[in-house]
């Protein structure tokens, strides 16, 4: 089963949408026989490239939210994340800023054989450590922690090698129905959008599942052959 998710590196419910859909794999009975692919769905491109703000200033600019709002409203994800072992998970005291070279970066990692592994470090650090993730000299130092080669991953992003299918990833998310992120499809057959609870996901992934194995018992003789709509005698010849 291939599970694909498309995040935005910057988004508080993506990091814990991944989380959550760890946990449901963990717990999902055919969960060595899972293949989970992350894509970029960049949502920061309109951010001026080298600036950063605070979330406050950016919630301000963005949704027009400040004060009260922005607090009770990134504190309530915060808790919900230390509430399912993500903690810390710094959301209100972070920065934000273009993410289009981060996404970049994490193509690169995926060509490299690390897709998971480098979604999950820079998530780590971003909301775990609280530390940017914006700068060409920021995603080199990721890259060095997850062992990719410090001068290849700077000329692959100096060159933009990857921005082509940045923009790719996050066009086939939007034709597969995604107006924003998190966004998940479960064997190109179930999309679905937001942070999920854990129990729901697993839900999906047992219904996906069955579906795609239907069960099959067949012996000598008579014996009943059972598909997913029924089981019926084989006929004699």
């Known amino acids: 089963m291939k599970i694909e998710v498309w995040a935005e ?5 993506c990091g814990l949408g991944s989380h959550r859909l760890d946990r449901a794999v963990e717990r999902f ?4 026989e899972v293949e989970v692919v992350h894509h970029s769905f960049p949502l920061s491109s309109s951010f001026p490239v080298g600036e950063t703000f605070s979330v406050r200033d950016a919630l301000l600019r963005r949704h027009g939210m400040g004060g009260s709002q922005a607090e009770a409203s990134t504190r309530r994800i915060e808790a919900l994340a230390e509430a399912e072992g993500l903690t810390p998970y710094k959301v209100l005291d972070n920065l934000v ?3 289009d070279l981060a996404h970049e970066f994490l193509a690169h990692a995926s060509a490299e054989g690390k897709n998971r592994e480098a979604w ?3 998530f780590r650090a971003y909301f775990g450590q609280g530390r940017p993730v914006f700068s060409m000299d920021d995603l080199l130092d990721l890259g060095e922690e997850i062992t990719l080669d410090r001068e290849s991953t700077r000329q692959a992003l100096t060159e933009h090698r990857y921005q082509r299918q940045v923009s790719d990833d996050a066009a086939r998310a939007q034709r597969l129905g995604a107006t924003g992120a998190p966004f998940i ?4 057959r179930y999309g679905i959008p937001g942070a999920q609870d854990s129990d729901g996901l697993l ?4 219904t996906a599942w069955d579906e795609s194995h239907p069960l099959t018992l067949t012996t000598d003789g008579d014996a009943a052959v059972c598909g997913p709509d029924g089981c019926a005698v084989p006929a004699r010849s």
């Open 9 to 13: 590196v910057t988004c508080p419910w």
């Open 203 to 206: 839900d999906v992934l047992r």
């Open 97 to 99: 800023g273009n993410t």
């Open 29 to 32: 009975e055919h969960g060595d």
């Open 185 to 188: 499809v479960i064997d190109g």
């Open 120 to 122: 999950d470090t820079i």
